[in-house]
């Protein structure tokens, strides 16, 4: 298993700034990915963070708006860029160590922007 | 592209019933399927993964079945418990990526 801590675990930004999420994962884990939740929805994928190299993305998620960082196997940052009212929502780091296996989760970090 | 559906009412049910959620899936064939709680304010936690090739998983009072001729999975709990009142979501793997894609969840509520 692996014990995910994130920070912060909530915010209250104002439009235009950026503010920078981080995930410490307590153990090496293979892979880590970023979702995103917004109020009353489900997770959505934003992009997998690659060890040493950029960040994979999904459609719709753009590396300027959301870059990522992951130095090494354990931790891994994610910046929500020039944020509006609309990237208010929980950003939640998970990580695992197979491709076939459990997705462990952070605690997630709620953000609102004003 | 890939599509998700679980019952997006609230599913309410007296302890002790049998709570069933309902997953399908459309548009793909997911090599596994897993099965999360998620609580107010809290990350999901992972409760069971079935495999394309099994019909059936139990760990404890959950049962999760897996039909790949209907594209449907189903989620049971039996003996419910009003800690059981939960936000339960499916998600469906994306082949050989280790990325998962979750369905929109159903709140279950459970009543003493």
């Known amino acids: 298993s692996a014990v995910i801590s994130q920070k912060p675990s909530r915010d209250i930004c104002q439009r235009g700034t950026s503010l920078t999420i981080q995930c410490q994962v307590d153990s090496q884990v293979t892979m880590m990915f970023w979702y995103r939740q917004q109020p009353g929805q489900s997770l959505t994928l934003i992009a997998t963070a690659n060890q040493g190299s950029e960040a994979t993305y999904e459609s719709g998620f753009v590396i300027d708006k959301f870059p990522i960082s992951r130095p090494n196997l354990t931790f891994s940052t994610l910046t929500v860029s020039n944020m509006s009212p609309e990237d208010s929502s929980i950003y939640l780091c998970?990580?695992?160590?197979?491709?076939?296996?459990?997705?462990?989760f952070g605690e997630g970090s709620r953000l609102t922007v004003l | 592209s890939q599509k998700i559906e679980q019952n997006s009412e609230a599913l309410n049910i007296q302890e002790g019933k049998t709570a069933t959620l309902t997953c399908n899936y459309t548009n793909y064939s997911p090599a596994y399927l897993q099965w999360y709680r998620q609580d107010p304010g809290r990350g999901p936690v992972f409760l069971l993964l079935?495999?394309?090739?099994?019909k059936e998983k139990r760990k404890e009072r959950l049962k999760v079945t897996f039909d790949t001729t209907l594209k449907q999975s189903l989620f049971h709990i039996t003996a419910s418990q009003p800690a059981d009142s939960a936000t339960y979501l499916c998600?469906?793997?994306?082949?050989?990526?280790?990325?998962?894609?979750f369905g929109q969840g159903t709140t279950l509520q459970v009543k003493p």
């Open positions: 079935i495999r394309e090739n099994e």
């Open positions: 998970s990580a695992t160590n197979n491709w076939a296996g459990e997705l462990f």
């Open positions: 998600a469906l793997d994306l082949g050989d990526t280790g990325k998962l894609i």
